[in-house]
């Protein structure tokens, strides 16, 4: 999908366990501005249900799996995150919800830009009257 993409890091594995090094602009596409994670989620629950305005994001599951829906006005599609070595790379205007989340999961997130409400578009009809304009 536009603007989405699936990014594979480096997986130091031996017999000591895995190490996965993650750089800035080098790695992911962007400065690395905050980082956050998502755990213990129950296993019913869907959260996400907005796009932003500008900010670009790298998912990665580190333990478990959970599913991402991204959608734009044209395309939906779902992707199940299980590998610590893989990130999801979200860019600006695609619709997110993240739902069966595994017991223990935990979902990393690396994001462009400090936390900013105003760059969320919470509501799917907004979204969609924007979107259209770009898709
Ligand atoms: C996204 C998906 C993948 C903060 O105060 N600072 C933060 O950096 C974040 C991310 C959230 N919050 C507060 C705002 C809400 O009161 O934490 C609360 C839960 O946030 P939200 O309902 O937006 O969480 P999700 O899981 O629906 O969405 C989050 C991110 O907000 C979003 O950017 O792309 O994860």
Known sequence: MFNTGFIKFMDYNDQYGHLTPIEAQKDVPFEIKRVYYISKVNPDVTRGYHSHKKLHQVLICLNGSVK??????????????????????IGPMIWREMFDFSEGSVLLVLASDHYDEEDYIRNYDFYLKDAKLLF
Do not use: H
Not at 68 to 89: A, C, F, H, T, W
């Open 68 to 89: 991402i829906r991204l959608k734009n006005p044209n395309e939906e599609v779902v992707y199940e995150l299980n590998d610590q070595s893989v990130g999801l790379y």
